[in-house]
């Protein structure tokens, strides 16, 4: 098993910035892959950057060259540094670990509780 907790939303305006934190707890070797996922109200969760345990990185379109996500293995936490937060980013941003690309695909993964964004316009 694996715990991950969030740390780091809030209240921002646009054009502001905010880090985001995931810690994660737990049986971490077995963790190849980590992400940030997004939900705002009445949409689905959507993908927001993934890293992988060498270090790739894929980004949504829509946050490319604003987020940056970085991890540090020593420490066990996976970061989002958000800037020029934009309305659009209002979600609740998730964080994600799986073994693989492939088992996060089919639901062998894990998830933290989340962690609330809000930019004012």
């Known amino acids: 098993q694996v715990q991950l907790v969030e740390s780091g939303g809030g209240l921002v305006q646009a054009g502001g910035s905010l880090r985001l934190s995931c810690a994660a707890s737990?049986?971490?070797?077995?963790?190849?892959?980590m992400g940030w996922y997004r939900q705002a109200p009445g949409k689905q969760r959507e993908l927001v950057a993934t890293?992988?345990?060498?270090?790739?990185?894929n980004y949504a379109d829509s946050v490319k060259g604003r987020f940056t996500i970085s991890r540090d293995s020593a420490k066990s936490t996976l970061y989002l540094q958000m800037n020029s937060l934009k309305p659009e980013d209002t979600a609740v941003y998730y964080c994600?670990?799986?073994?693989?690309?492939?088992?996060?695909?089919?639901?062998?993964?894990?998830w933290g509780q989340g962690t609330q964004v809000t930019v004012s316009s």
């Open positions: 890293i992988t345990s060498g270090g790739r990185t």
């Open positions: 994600n670990a799986a073994p693989s690309k492939l088992a996060s695909m089919v639901g062998d993964d894990y």
């Open positions: 737990g049986s971490i070797f077995s963790i190849n892959v």
